[in-house]
């Protein structure tokens, strides 16, 4: 077992953990908070995989501005401290099945796509300009699509924010 | 490092690093508080600031934080003290893992990050989760209205700041913090190469975004809407004393210190002098007493740009909440997008 394979288990026990965690915990701000350290171990996995663009993109999309707007809306809105006791509802049960679905769901589709195929053990990094040479190469029709949901996206929320 | 330190074992490296790090991000801070803080603010203000600690009351940094260790650990009744106890360090943390990507010298930097601006960045934005959960998590209205505004401040002045370093990044090609400096140092302009081509000069625009926006960045004044004394009472720091409180402080003047030196590296050449000075083609020419003058060089010109933070923070009064937004999003952003455009053009053209 390489290093590697160690520092994978110890950082997807930690994620698993504090997936737990999200969904048991009682207050909506600790919540909020395992799942940012779901988040890191995941850039953290991403770093191990030697991909530290997306490692990267990771940590300043999700921690630095999705999880601090979703604090700053549960702050501004709801959040108290100590346990709450309403934030269990009847969807609850719904959603067991529904997350066992996806877990077989993607598990099913890595198997049938990777099955035993082996990262080589001395994987080159790939540079960013790889990246952007992708992405503005053979990439450049769903990046532009891409862009366009977002633009929608931002549209609404401002049709929907103002006032008259 | 690597070329210094080949012979020493890989634990004995990674022991040097953290004492490195620890070094870059305490040092300046100290000198920062000291000379600024206490003295420059003073003499701006026909004062003395502190004498009696050591000669020109150099020593009263130590006798300030010996003050603040020694004060009891008071965690309120109502605040979530797990959370409460955690939000100081995440932000001081945040700025130790900004130091990493910070080259000092040809050999002296502690990781060859290829994508060391964008690392720079991203992690950055991590302090303002330990802003807002300081300010959660006290239990106290005025906490949590600084918590709030802080977070809101950052977010818009981010933008920015990531905007003006891209000017950058499409100059140098590169987003290799290292390969930015040498991009400085052996660059010429219009065929002149005595001074290199530090960006401060073509991307002036550039420059003077990323300027601002660490200034509000760090919560100095006239941004330091977060923690506006006269109407916050201190703002998400308002509960918090001893020890918990010297980490913020640090955690504070720390990341100013680090925010100096990596705009000095983005646009005044970093820890670099002209390579022509000295016959150097490239960085492995470098001589390696570079090493050693390399880091007094970034500090040099650390201090003279935290010199103009402060210069501003101790001229100016406070922003109001809406103008400060508005400046943000009305003013720099569409500066600075219209800073890239000009930017990708020249480089196509020339």
């Known amino acids: 077992m390489i290093a590697q394979n160690i520092g994978f288990w110890i950082i997807a026990t930690v994620m698993i953990f504090a997936a737990l965690r999200v969904v048991t915990t009682n207050n909506v701000v600790h919540a909020a908070l395992w799942l940012v350290v779901v988040l890191a171990g995941a850039a953290a996995q991403y770093i191990l995989l030697a991909a530290e663009f997306v490692a990267v993109t990771q940590v300043l999309v999700y921690i630095g501005a999705v999880m601090v707007l979703f604090l700053f809306g549960t702050m501004l809105t709801r959040a108290k401290i100590g346990t709450e006791s309403d934030l269990n509802n009847s969807y609850k049960k719904l959603g067991i099945p529904v997350a066992l679905v996806m877990l077989v769901a993607m598990g099913v589709a890595l198997v049938s796509s990777f099955g035993d195929e082996k990262l080589p053990q001395t994987a080159t990094v790939v540079s960013t300009q790889e990246i952007s040479d992708q992405i503005f190469g053979p990439y450049l029709l769903p990046f532009w699509a891409l862009s366009f949901v977002l633009l929608a996206a931002v549209v609404g929320a401002i049709v929907l924010a103002r006032k008259d | 490092m690597i070329g210094l330190l080949a012979e020493v074992p890989y634990w004995g490296q990674s022991l040097l690093r953290v004492l490195g790090g620890l070094v870059a991000v305490l040092l300046p801070a100290g000198t920062i508080v000291y000379v600024f803080l206490f003295k420059m603010m003073s003499f701006m203000q026909s004062r003395l600031g502190p004498m009696e600690a050591g000669p020109y009351g150099s020593m009263q940094l130590f006798a300030e934080v010996g003050k603040w ?196 590296v983005l646009f005044l050449g970093g820890w670099g002098v002209p390579f022509t000075w000295f016959g150097w083609t490239s960085i492995d020419d470098v001589a390696n007493w570079m090493n050693f003058a390399g880091p007094l060089i970034m500090f040099t010109k650390m201090m003279l740009l935290v010199f103009f933070i402060m210069w501003i923070r101790f001229s100016y009064p406070r922003l109001r909440e809406d103008q400060l937004q508005k400046f943000a999003w009305k003013g720099l952003i569409p500066v600075a997008l219209l800073n890239i455009m000009v930017t990708s053009i020249l480089k196509v053209v020339f």
Do not use: C
């Open chain 2, 69 to 264: 260790l020694q004060k009891e650990d008071i965690v309120p009744d109502r605040a979530d003290a797990r959370i409460f106890k955690m939000a100081p360090i995440i932000v001081l943390v945040s700025t130790f893992l900004l130091v990493v990507v910070v080259p000092f010298g040809p050999d002296a930097w502690f990781t060859d990050f290829e994508t060391g601006v964008f690392y720079a960045l991203a992690v950055s934005s991590v302090s303002v989760l330990g802003i807002l959960i300081a300010g959660w998590s006290s239990a106290n209205k005025y906490s949590l209205l600084g918590g709030l505004r802080a977070a809101g401040q950052l977010i818009a002045y981010e933008l920015p700041m990531v905007l003006a370093v891209m000017g950058v990044v499409i100059q140098a090609g590169t987003m290799n913090l290292q390969k930015i400096v040498v991009a400085q140092n052996t660059g010429s302009m219009f065929g002149i190469d005595a001074i290199g081509h530090p960006y401060v000069i073509s991307q002036f625009f550039g420059f003077i975004i990323f300027m601002i926006a660490i200034q509000a960045e760090l919560t100095q004044a006239p941004f330091d809407m977060p923690i506006a004394e006269s109407e916050l009472v201190s703002g998400y720091m308002t509960e918090y004393s001893g020890f918990r409180f010297l980490i913020f402080f640090i955690g504070e003047f720390a990341t100013a210190g680090v925010f100096a030196m990596i705009a000095s």
